[in-house]
């Protein structure tokens, strides 16, 4: 089991930046591969980036490749997302998720445990 919660989402200017932190708990979190994913209102949910455990390798979805990073800190079982170059697009609910799998699934059906998100919202 996988407790996910989502935190650091605001209000920013298009632009501007922001941390979005992932803190997990729950004894396997270390060998699991974490997304982050996000909702606007009426769209489906979206992969924005995830991590593998072993190796750790990243995979990003076009939209914000190149403006936005993840990261994981296994010993503060923490998973992080660096939003740079915000743009009013951005703005949504962003979801971390969790599967005890090696590789980085980019589809909501890959992954077992959710956190309950955090909003982001950006200004022009």
Not at 83 to 96: F, R, W
């Amino acid at each position: 089991q996988v407790h996910l919660v989502e935190s650091g989402g605001g209000l920013v200017q298009a632009g501007g930046s922001l941390n979005l932190s992932c803190a997990a708990s729950g004894p396997t979190f270390s060998r699991t591969s974490v997304a982050w994913f996000r909702q606007a209102p009426g769209t489906e949910r979206d992969f924005v980036a995830g991590i593998s455990w072993r190796p750790t390798v990243t995979r990003y979805s076009d939209s914000v490749k190149g403006r936005f990073t993840i990261s994981r800190d296994n010993a503060k079982n923490m998973v992080y997302l660096q939003l740079n170059s915000l743009e009013p697009e951005d703005t949504a609910v962003y979801y971390c998720a969790a599967k005890e799998t090696i590789i980085v699934v980019k589809s909501t059906n890959g992954y077992d445990y959710w956190g309950q998100g955090t909003q982001v919202t950006v200004s022009s």
